[in-house]
């Protein structure tokens, strides 16, 4: 008979690292697919198991509480009066008088009367005077030690500088050839100032003043029936850029019921510009602009040729 019969079988001893290792691969596969599926499952029990119904809520009836603050009446006891004290006068201690006693007074003592008369007369007006202190004589300065100069090296020789001298002088001369001899310039002749503008008045045509345009002012008016005659003061712009202010010695001719001048809206109102009426005389002297040469180019070639001779000025 044997005590260990388990010593025997050596070939079941395989068994139980068997049965280990299989529950612990089985627990590792129970926790992950509960961990994977854990959700699913839990809706599908929760679908299979019964829902509990809900309690009925009960609710509470309460009478609502109101807190007041109430003022308590308290008793109310006399006070005493107070004695008043009354103060008691201060005592000022006063300093007793002293009695005043006679001051004792000296003889005048006798003066001798001088022997000896005073040897400076006094003089009414006090005499200045000043006192001179001897100056003291300044003390001669040390002697200053010349020391001899060291020849200067590098010296140039007499026939250097008479080399350097010329040099300079042709140097020089250059200089002023090159100021001097500069060929001469050519400028323009000289153009009366009143060239342009003579130019500009004489560039105008009826055709351009008739399409010009302008801000227009009447200066004097008179009614003849249905007709009113107006002298105008324009400021004209033409279409080439250039622009005047034209005092017209004609007059501008509208009808009552079309005169833009009669107008109270405070707008302006257009009209067409006006030449000089058929077989209108120019007044001597008139004034120089394009709207006038326009018409009458005789009489400003007239008035440009004197006021040219008389030096630009105008012409009488």
Wanted: net charge positive.
């Amino acid at each position: 008979m044997l005590l260990f019969p388990e010593r025997d079988e050596p070939r079941h001893r395989w068994l139980l690292p068997t049965a280990v290792a299989l529950s612990v691969l089985l627990h590792l596969l129970a926790g992950g697919a509960w961990l994977l599926f854990a959700n699913r499952i839990a809706a599908v029990v929760a679908k299979m198991s019964p829902r509990p119904t809900p309690a009925p809520e009960i609710i509470a009836l309460s009478d609502a509480i109101t807190i007041e603050k109430r003022t308590v009446p308290r008793e109310a006891h006399r006070s005493r009066p107070q004695r008043r004290v009354q103060p008691r006068p201060r005592v000022v201690a006063e300093v007793p008088r002293l009695r005043q006693l006679p001051v004792p007074t000296v003889p005048p003592l006798p003066t001798a009367v001088p022997t000896v008369e005073p040897t400076i007369v006094p003089t009414a007006h006090p005499v200045r005077a000043t006192i001179h202190r001897p100056r003291a004589e300044p003390t001669p300065p040390p002697p200053r030690i010349t020391e001899p100069k060291p020849a200067q090296r590098n010296a140039l020789s007499p026939q250097q500088l008479a080399a350097l001298d010329q040099q300079f002088r042709r140097t020089i001369a250059s200089a002023d050839r090159s100021l001097t001899d500069v060929p001469r310039q050519r400028r323009p002749p000289a153009i009366a100032p009143n060239a342009q503008r003579y130019a500009a008045v004489m560039a105008g045509t009826p055709g351009q003043f008739l399409s010009a345009q302008g801000d227009c002012t009447s200066i004097q008016d008179s009614a003849r029936g249905a007709v009113v005659d107006r002298y105008l003061r324009c400021l004209i712009r033409y279409s080439d850029g250039y622009y005047e202010e034209v005092s017209f010695p004609w007059a501008f001719h509208f009808l009552r019921r079309t005169d833009p001048f009669s107008y109270l809206d405070g707008l302006s109102h257009p009209f067409p510009m006006q030449p000089p009426p058929p077989g209108f005389a120019l007044p001597q002297p008139f004034a120089l602009s394009r709207a006038v040469c326009s018409f009458y180019r005789a009489q400003c070639e007239a008035v440009i040729e004197r006021e040219t001779a008389a030096g630009n000025q105008p012409a009488p």
